[in-house]
């Protein structure tokens, strides 16, 4: 069992940034690929980046590509995602999810059936 806690969320201006992070409990860490994802009222829940057990691989959304950076610690049981240059259409819960044999190029874990712990996530609220 994995236990997922989101934090680093706020209000933020427009072209501003955050930094959220997710700490995982257990000693399974460094084997689970891991992800965000983000759900705006009234929208469904969106990939935004995942990285693969080791973070030498990583994948975004296309919408995110070049502005957020997802990085982990397996040190530190942590997952992060560097958010710069936030907009308005940002604005969303994020949650952190983990998928399990995490072995895979970061590219397979696009989908939220393919992860198995969630987090409850974090509000991010972007103003413009």
């Known amino acids: 069992q994995v236990q997922l806690v989101e934090s680093g969320g706020g209000l933020v201006q427009a072209g501003g940034s955050l930094r959220l992070s997710c700490a995982a409990s257990?000693?399974?860490?460094?084997?689970?690929?891991m992800g965000w994802f983000r759900q705006a009222p009234g929208k469904e829940r969106q990939f935004v980046a995942a990285?693969?057990?080791?973070?030498?691989?990583?994948n975004y959304a296309d919408s995110v590509k070049g502005r957020f950076t997802i990085s982990r610690d397996n040190a530190k049981n942590t997952v992060y995602l560097l958010m710069n240059s936030l907009n308005p259409e940002d604005t969303a819960v994020y949650y952190c999810?983990?998928?399990?044999?995490?072995?895979?190029?970061?590219?397979?874990?696009?989908?939220?059936?393919?992860?198995?712990?969630w987090g409850q996530g974090t509000q991010v609220t972007v103003s413009s």
């Open positions: 999810a983990a998928a399990a044999h995490g072995y895979r190029s970061a590219s397979y874990y696009w989908s939220s059936n393919s992860y198995d712990y």
């Open positions: 257990g000693r399974a860490f460094s084997s689970y690929a």
């Open positions: 990285i693969n057990w080791s973070g030498g691989s990583t």
